[in-house]
């Protein structure tokens, strides 16, 4: 990957909410870069600041709720620059999301293909006519059955994974470079859930889309993404490709993540809790290593005060200086092994 | 569709049994009957009355009166005002028709004031504006029906003597000619827009907290995220999903103009069926109350059934079971 692949670089970007006329950052000086054509998975707990980041992109923020600053050039531009007029030409065709929840993401007084329709009107020149005829061809791509028929139905009249697929649709209406996707399949069962990360596969794979893939399901990272990029705190504490980072995962965080999932090589046996919870934006410690209060006591005297992001080898980032001497309880070496047997049972 | 209509309408046959039980029973309690009156007559002795009480099946069985009573009112047959002496459906005819225009008035009157209110402090909602819009809610809710109308009949009625202070239309105009008309909405006028001003509380708020609600959810940010300017998500998202409550709220709308209309109709001596019901009342005109609480149960059916049909015309979820 060289620098003219960079389709997204997000520099330094620092988002802040406000809570009681203070404001406190949601991500704190963020640094990602997004390549053409591949996914790359953000994980984290909740409350970590993941959808924060995506919103962050796309300017989907309340304007007086949220102070943004840095870069994040795509394109060649920097769309912190932009205006929310400008920012609507880029939503939709440029950049699309996809949301968590099927339930909620359509408006549920319009018919389906209306809404699939929609950001053509504002982003093609197509007639009405037109519009139709892509939305149905776009149903047909994201595999509903009998698309002419489902082009006229409202929501409620869906299931929850094909409600999935026409939010898909939506965001893929006008072919965008880039897609965020937040939690796609949180709210799915389990085998509507395969199908809907086959089909984003798939159309990533034709339309040579880059995808943000916001979850923190890791058995979804493994099976579609190409880099991971893990989230503590509003930073980033790990970043890397999938399959080195889930063989040797080098963050303490990361570590624990992994670790706390169920697996056949941990049947039957307690699994590693992280002890506590992320620290809500106000009562965050925002001085030294932000997962320190969660961590079972550090050895002082080789352990480096206010770790920043290193590269320690070639792509691979991390920000800790001491995760080699770190050890975990009950820790299991299952990483070696075949990964699709770690994450059965998700 | 039509389906739907049409099972909605059916249901209302077992409300009306159940509204025309009550108001029978609420009949019979009420002291004395239509022949009570005479008693005192003199020249009419007891064993007469009696007679006539027979012949007009005062004595029969409970639910032979019943029947006759609801075969008497499909045939339009609503009693005998012993005050006027006349039919209680000649009686209601003409003010039941006034009534109906002031509410239509007072309702149409509500909704132009309302709903631009209502948006504008829903969508901009904590800024100054939507103070004071929220202000002249809380100012309106508790400002009692009956001050208010007087107030306005004393200042716009009696002091600058704008609009006309009683009665429904000139007596000197031919009805049925234009000028007819265009007099009946200036009689109109001052009393609908008393009882509106203080009417848009409801829809203004509901409104209001509908849209920012709305404006909170997901699938706002999916149109967003569409590149839909706001100002279009605002009228294809926001709004039609914002009126939804208003509709569903016009029945119990339409209960409330008829309650405001029995205070507005005696300030403004406007001859509605609400000023006939308190004179009856005072009257012990029970015949003429018995077919007036009839009425009124009759278009609160009629109000719930259109909120309804205007929410299954909007909200295609309600149209399946
Ligand atoms: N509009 C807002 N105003 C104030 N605080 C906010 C706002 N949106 C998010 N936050 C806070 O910012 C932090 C990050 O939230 P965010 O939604 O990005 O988390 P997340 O990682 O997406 O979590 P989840 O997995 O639950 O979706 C949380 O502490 C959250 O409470
Ligand atoms: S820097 Fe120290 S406290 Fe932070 S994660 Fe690494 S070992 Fe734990
Ligand atoms: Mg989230």
Redesign the pocket.
């Known amino acids: 990957m060289s620098n003219d692949d960079i389709l997204l670089q997000v520099e330094d970007l620092t988002t802040s909410?406000?809570?009681d006329e203070q404001f406190?950052p949601?991500n704190d000086h963020i640094n990602l870069d997004v390549y053409e054509n591949e996914i790359v998975a953000i994980v984290?707990?909740?409350?970590?600041?993941?959808?924060?980041?995506g919103h962050s992109i796309m300017g989907m923020?309340?304007q007086e709720?949220?102070k943004i600053s840095g870069k994040i050039h795509f394109k060649g531009v920097d769309l912190l620059s932009y205006s929310n007029t400008q920012l609507n030409k880029v939503r939709g065709k440029e950049i699309s999301m996809i949301f968590q929840d099927p339930l909620t993401a359509l408006n549920p007084l319009m018919i389906v293909g209306k809404q699939i329709e929609e950001g053509m009107k504002y982003h093609t020149k197509l007639s009405k006519n037109k519009r139709k005829q892509k939305a149905i061809e776009i149903l047909n791509e994201v595999k509903i059955p009998q698309p002419e028929r489902v082009y006229s139905q409202y929501p409620h009249e869906l299931s929850g994974g094909m409600r999935q697929r026409i939010v898909i649709a939506i965001a893929i209406a006008c072919e965008p470079s880039l897609i965020i996707a937040?939690?796609p399949t949180t709210a799915l069962d389990v085998t509507i859930q395969a199908r809907i990360i086959d089909l984003l596969k798939e159309l990533k794979r034709r339309m040579k889309t880059s995808i943000i893939l916001?979850t923190?399901d890791l058995g979804v990272v493994s099976e579609m993404a190409d880099r991971i990029a893990v989230?503590y705190a509003?930073e980033f504490v790990e970043i890397g490709e999938v399959k080195r980072f889930l063989k040797n995962p080098l963050h303490p965080y990361s570590k624990s993540l992994l670790y706390s999932l169920p697996s056949k090589n941990n049947q039957g046996e307690k699994l590693h809790v992280i002890k506590g919870v992320?620290p809500?934006?106000n009562h965050l410690q925002r001085q030294g290593c932000r997962f320190k209060p969660r961590m079972n006591g550090t050895d002082d005297s080789i352990h480096e005060e206010t770790p920043t992001l290193r590269e320690v080898e070639k792509g691979h980032w991390v920000r800790c200086t001491c995760y080699k001497h770190f050890h975990i309880e009950n820790s299991h070496q299952v990483v070696e092994e075949e990964k699709d047997d770690v994450f059965q049972g998700q | 569709m039509w389906k739907f209509v049409v099972r909605r309408i059916l249901i209302m046959i077992p409300q009306l049994v159940v509204l025309s039980i009550l108001v029978f029973i609420l009949a019979k309690v009420m002291p004395g009957d239509a022949l009570s009156g005479l008693v005192e007559t003199p020249g009419v002795d007891s064993s007469t009355i009696e007679d006539m009480r027979t012949t007009l099946g005062i004595n029969d069985p409970v639910h032979v009166q019943y029947l006759n009573w609801i075969k008497g009112l499909s045939q339009g047959d609503l009693g005998t005002s012993y005050i006027h002496q006349r039919p209680v459906l000649e009686l209601l005819e003409a003010r039941l028709w006034n009534t109906v225009y002031l509410s239509a008035a007072i309702l149409f009157l509500t909704y132009l004031i309302a709903i631009p209110l209502g948006i504008t402090a829903g969508r901009f909602h904590d800024s100054l504006i939507d103070k004071l819009i929220v202000g002249y809610n809380y100012i309106t809710y508790a400002t009692p029906l009956f001050i208010f109308a007087l107030l306005m009949l004393f200042v716009f009625g009696f002091q600058l003597q704008w609009f006309p202070t009683g009665g429904s239309a000139d007596i000197n105009l031919e009805p049925g000619t234009f000028s007819y008309y265009m007099d009946k909405i200036y009689h109109l006028l001052l009393p609908a827009l008393s009882g509106a001003l203080l009417a848009t509380v409801g829809t203004i708020q509901y409104l209001r907290n509908e849209i920012i609600d709305t404006k909170m959810k997901d699938f706002i940010k999916t149109a967003k995220s569409k590149g839909v300017p706001e100002a279009k998500i605002y009228s294809h998202h926001i709004l039609r999903n914002s009126f939804l409550p208003i509709a569903a709220f016009l029945g119990y709308e339409i209960t409330g103009l008829i309650t405001g209309s029995i205070f507005l109709e005696s300030i403004f001596s406007y001859p509605g069926i609400g000023q006939l019901f308190l004179q009856s009342i005072s009257q012990r005109d029970f015949s003429v109350v018995t077919a007036l609480v009839m009425v009124t149960g009759v278009a609160t059916l009629i109000g719930t059934l259109l909120s309804d049909i205007i929410l299954s015309l909007v909200d295609p979820r309600i149209r399946v079971e």
Request: hydrophobic residues 30%; glycine residues 14%; charged residues 20%.
């Open positions: 909410f406000r809570i406190y949601a984290g707990e909740s409350g970590c600041g993941k959808s924060a980041f923020h309340h709720q949220t937040d939690e916001i923190h989230m509003g992320v809500s934006l």
